[in-house]
């Protein structure tokens, strides 16, 4: 995952289409072009996909949020842990941005 928050910005610019990993996704990401900006906007994605009550994002794990996923929105195992993938990385760029 490279710069998303720049890809975000270019593809406003440009008015391109923005493809979300899951239908879910698009009116949490919409303000922000498809790019997790703001630590809020992963909370939110846990508890929309996985069906997390607030707290419960605190201690992701991969299991538990595949499974989740798989309860709440009928996502494949699979697809659930490219979500899981994309939101740890997300997740993980923020804390290095400080």
């Known amino acids: 995952m490279k710069n998303e928050a ?8 440009q008015h391109r289409h923005i493809i979300y990993d899951h239908p879910v996704l698009e009116p949490i990401l919409k ?3 498809g790019v ?3 630590q ?3 909370q939110e994605a846990v508890r929309q996909l996985a069906g997390f009550s607030p707290g419960q994002h605190e201690v992701l794990q991969r ?9 709440t ?3 494949i195992p ?3 842990a490219a979500l899981f993938d994309h939101l740890t990385e997300a997740a993980r760029i923020m804390s290095a941005a400080g």
């Open 63 to 71: 299991e538990k949020f595949i499974v989740g996923c798989e309860a």
């Open 31 to 33: 303000e922000t072009n």
């Open 73 to 75: 929105n009928k996502i």
């Open 78 to 80: 699979r697809q659930a």
């Open 36 to 38: 997790f900006i703001f």
């Open 40 to 42: 809020e906007q992963l």
């Open 6 to 13: 720049a890809d975000g910005l270019h593809a406003e610019s």
